[in-house]
T-cell receptor, first 110, second 115 residues
Framework: GQSLEQPSEVTAVEGAIVQINCTYQ??????LSWYQQHDGGAPTFLSY????GLEETGRFSSFLSRSDSYGYLLLQELQMKDSASYFC???????????FGAGTRLFVKA | AAGVIQSPRHLIKEKRETATLKCYPI?????VYWYQQGPGQDPQFLIS???????DKGSIPDRFSAQQFSDYHSELNMSSLELGDSALYFC??????????????FGNGTRLTVT
């Protein structure tokens, strides 16, 4: 099966950089994705890593180390609007479902 | 760009009643997923359809059923509702050709309240 672990909460100040970690255990590995969800809103896809290394998309970057079964989401130049929950996710066996971690709630303070 | 459309946005039902949630995926997306999300929890996978056939099944109660129709829209039918079924229900769609990690595009969800 698949399991993912990520911190439940992270707090940072506006303009700072924050890293949200995710460790996973999977029976097969097909990549690690990240989603953002604001309160009451829908999850929104942020990024995906299939290979080791850093993928950058604007202020957001995602990193993967397959040997360590570990990845992280890096948010730079934090803004108040970045306050949200962030989920790491992996495809389930068979590829017709996505399994989400429990989510990390990010609080951005002024 | 067209997004995933879900209806209704809010639904209030009493215990033991039935509910039907509808989902219209993004045009040309061939895979539809249903998720249930309780307060402060991660989305829990219920069921998925690929090209109108059930492709995977998660922790979906036997009281729930779903199908995908010829026009690719999907419906989640929930019977004998219980208080614990109160949650946000999301539908998502993706394009299988993009691979296992094709991004899921979520609708705005249906908030079901069972009283």
């Amino acid at each position: 099966g698949q399991s993912l672990e990520q911190p439940s909460e992270v707090t940072a100040v506006e303009g700072a950089i924050v890293q949200i970690n995710c460790t996973y255990q999977t029976s097969g590995f097909y990549g690690l994705s990240w989603y953002q969800q604001h309160d009451g809103g829908a999850p929104t896809f942020l990024s995906y890593n299939a290979l080791d290394g850093l993928e950058e998309t604007g202020r957001f970057s995602s990193f993967l180390s397959r040997s360590d079964s570990y990845g992280y989401l890096l948010l730079q130049e934090l803004q108040m609007k970045d306050s949200a929950s962030y989920f790491c996710a992996v495809p389930g066996a068979g590829g017709f479902k996505t399994i989400f971690g429990a989510g990390t709630r990010l609080f951005v303070k002024a | 760009a067209a997004g995933v459309i879900q209806s209704p946005r809010h639904l209030i039902k009493e215990k033991r009643e039935t509910a039907t949630l509808k989902c219209y995926p993004i045009p040309r997306h061939d895979t539809v997923y249903w998720y249930q999300q309780g307060p402060g929890q991660d989305p829990q996978f219920l069921i998925s359809f690929y090209e109108k056939m059930q492709s995977d099944k998660g922790s979906i109660p036997d009281r729930f059923s779903a199908q995908q129709f010829s026009d690719y829209h999907s419906e989640l039918n929930m019977s004998s509702l219980e208080l614990g079924d109160s949650a946000l229900y999301f539908c998502a769609s993706s394009l299988r050709a993009g691979g296992r990690n094709s991004p899921l595009h979520f609708g705005n969800g249906t908030r079901l309240t069972v009283t």
